[in-house]
């Protein structure tokens, strides 16, 4: 998450594998939550986004991405672990280029060395269901 006060631009991956998706998850300490994010991160100075798209996929989970179209641009106002956040959000459909992920249930990666997530296929109607909660929640107009 960004400083407070500073709105930070991201790239975000949406892939879908017939009627599952693949998430990132999170956990929210003062709401005691989980949610669920399309993986990605930070676009650096100088940066486009859909470089840093590929970046992040390649340094958090070591996957190589194909297919990359721009579905568009969200701004996304939050509040996480009881701060407000804003973000710029550069979205884009795309597909791991090694079938490999494709057949993972889940996998564990690290954003740091002391930041440990799971990224795990879910199927869309259990978050449409609110089983899972995924966010922002204007990504269901992207599925």
Not at 51 to 60: G, I, M, P, S, V
Not at 62 to 89: S, V
Request: charged share 25%; glycine share 8%; proline share 2%.
């Amino acid at each position: 998450m960004s400083k407070a006060g500073e709105i930070r631009v991201i790239a975000l991956g949406l892939i879908r594998n017939g009627d599952r998706i693949f998430l990132s998850e999170g956990y929210d300490p003062v709401k005691q939550e989980t949610f669920y994010r399309a993986l990605g991160g930070g676009v650096d100075f100088g940066e486009t986004s859909y470089a840093a798209l590929k970046r992040e996929f390649q340094e958090e989970i070591q996957a190589e991405l194909k297919n990359i179209k721009y579905l568009g641009c969200i701004e996304n106002l939050f509040t996480f672990n009881g701060r407000q956040g804003h973000e710029i959000i550069q979205l884009y459909q795309c597909d791991f280029a090694d079938s490999k992920f494709y057949q993972l249930e889940s996998l564990v990666f690290s954003e740091s060395p002391h930041h440990k997530h799971r990224a795990l296929w879910i199927d869309i109607s259990r978050l449409k269901s609110g089983e899972f909660r995924l966010v922002p929640e204007v990504f269901f107009e992207y599925l």
